[in-house]
């Protein structure tokens, strides 16, 4: 029997079916009979068409619901620009492990291969941008290749798949049933033998350390990391994207995290440790060549994927299966009386000395100033456990990822494979969305906010308390202090002024100036009452930032 629905309304069904919430983007001509259909729809579980103020950012938020919900979001945008601004924000996300589908209008089929009007060769261009491109050439196989993406966006090392839809598929009726639901993948177990080795090895092991990368925040494995650590307390570093997998529970076996500069308390373990088990390990997060120059004794890479081999980075044992039933089945292959020896024990407690108190370094900041210590330490005070903190680019997120502390997996999130300005605002208002309960507090220097600002008026129509934190200085300052490291002096990196706080009451939203620690206790008080999102612009003084390039200890040359 005849469906005798059109090419968009198709899709429409085929989202959701696979429980597609939300589809985020900005309309055009050649996309806009999907926007009517989503708009106008009349199936009650149809996603909730979300309008925003640039595509890039739409892309952004739809990638902050992959990371948060393990399951992609989508965006849809016009041709030509409209599709070409994706490419930031998808290649972010591939790179990142973010689920996330773009859809991009096209113009139509017999105008494919003219110099007309907003006509790119977008499947093309995304190849290099998603896992997978496809433009759709008939109608009929519209939600095939959507569910395909959503099976390629999950898959493996999860990440952006395109769709091109030239406009007169999106028009054109469509004769076939939409595709089901798609089932997840049963997936394979760890051999006993290999599980023995790890064991045997584990036994021998003087320093074993586990490094917690990004795939080891899914809560499956958090879950199962956390009944390991219950039976043998093993030290744990983690990743940036691998915050949080910690809690407060294991607090003794958290030993920082590592990204960037290699000179954290994480990295002294790394280097010390004869055995390292990379659990969920993405080295975009943070290159072997960085943790791993002396070459450590043994790896043991545990991973849904297989690894990046390179001469740093040669594990001697590669499980490439679920991780969480793996940790789990490892737990219930350990002896009961396996525990670490005692010299590990105090190698450990020698390290605790130097990473407690961290955070509680004597600042001095200029008047009018709050020193980034004291803005993280303020901010830690202010949050529970069900807090979600997004984090822009630039002198802060080093700060943030070093001295403040989360405790639950995918509540501290990061940019730091690609490193990229603007996402902080819409990962927050993706936070927002999906935990519409809890606090959500985005944080950004005045570079990287007005890389995004404009969606502001996105969370003010939505009407989403979000706390946005800006840290202000008037400059590029990650790269300022890195200049001045590297050369003695800047340049290209100073900024002119902006009034943040005139600068949110434009957008209809709440602004306050916090020049010291009382006035932001205050502030976040404050904002957390508000209706609506809020800004809270902070003059900081980054006069420290050198010490972020220091040596942290005496064996870490940097």
């Known amino acids: 029997m005849a469906n005798n629905k059109r090419g968009s309304q198709a899709l429409i069904q085929s989202m959701i079916n696979q429980h597609i919430q939300y589809v985020f983007g900005i309309p055009g001509a050649k996309v806009d009979q999907l926007f009517e259909d989503l708009q106008y729809s009349d199936q009650p579980n149809a996603p909730k068409l979300i309008v925003t103020r640039h595509e890039q950012n739409a892309a952004f938020i739809a990638a902050g619901i992959g990371r948060l919900t393990g399951k992609p979001g989508v965006v849809a945008t016009t041709s030509g620009p409209g599709v070409s601004n994706l490419v930031t924000a998808l290649m972010t996300a591939t790179a990142e492990g973010d689920p996330v589908i773009g859809l991009g209008g096209q113009v139509p089929r017999d105008d494919l291969a003219r110099l007309t009007h907003q006509s790119i060769p977008s499947k093309e261009l995304m190849n290099f941008a998603a896992k997978s491109s496809v433009e759709v050439q008939d109608p009929n196989n519209i939600s095939e290749v959507f569910t395909n993406a959503y099976n390629t966006s999950v898959s493996g090392k999860p990440g952006a798949a395109f769709i091109s839809l030239p406009a007169d598929v999106l028009s054109e009726t469509v004769d076939r049933p939409e595709m089901a639901q798609l089932q997840e993948a049963e997936q394979t177990q760890t051999s006993s033998k290999t599980l023995n080795k790890i064991v045997d090895m584990l036994t021998h092991a003087k320093l074993p350390v586990i490094l917690a990368g990004m795939r080891a925040s899914s809560q499956p494995v958090t879950d199962a990391l956390h009944q390991l650590l219950a039976k043998v307390s093993l030290p744990v570093v983690e990743t940036y994207q691998g915050a949080g997998v910690i809690s407060h529970e294991f607090e003794a076996n958290y030993f920082g995290r590592v990204g960037l ?211 202000n200085d008037g400059y590029y300052d990650m790269v300022k202090f890195q200049e001045e490291a590297k050369y003695g002096k800047n340049a290209g990196v100073k900024l002119g002024p902006v009034d943040f706080v005139k600068y949110a009451e434009s957008f209809g939203a709440k602004g306050l100036r916090a020049t010291t620690t009382d006035e932001l206790k205050n502030a976040l008080k404050k904002a957390e009452k508000a209706d609506g999102p809020v800004i809270i612009d902070i003059p900081v003084d980054y006069r420290d930032n050198v010490e972020l390039k220091s040596a942290l200890l005496k064996d870490i040359l940097n």
């Open 261 to 471: 500069f290699r000179n954290q308390i994480g990295d002294t373990l790394l280097k010390k440790s004869d055995l390292i088990i990379a659990l969920g390990y993405d080295p975009v997060e943070y290159e072997a060549r960085n943790w791993n120059i002396e070459h450590n004794d043994q790896i043991i890479h545990i991973d849904t994927i297989a690894p990046e081999l390179t001469v740093d980075y040669q594990p001697d044992v590669v499980i490439e299966s679920d991780i969480a039933g793996t940790v789990t089945a490892l737990t219930n292959t350990l002896p009961t009386d396996y525990k670490l020896s005692e010299s590990a024990h105090q190698n450990l407690a020698k390290l605790r000395e130097e990473f407690d108190g961290q955070s509680d370094v004597k600042t001095n900041p200029k008047p009018g100033t709050l020193h980034p210590l004291e803005i993280v330490n303020t901010l830690q005070k202010a949050v529970d456990d069900d807090t979600t903190v997004t984090v822009d680019i630039g002198s802060h997120y080093i700060w943030m990822a070093r001295h403040f502390r989360t405790y639950q997996p995918r509540h501290l999130l990061f940019s730091n494979g690609m490193q990229t300005l603007g996402v902080s605002l819409p990962w927050a208002i993706a936070a927002k969305l999906t935990r519409p309960n809890e606090k959500v507090i985005s944080v950004s220097g005045d570079g990287g906010f007005l890389f995004s600002g404009q969606e502001l008026e996105t969370a003010v129509r939505l009407k989403l308390n979000i706390i946005q934190l800006i840290w």
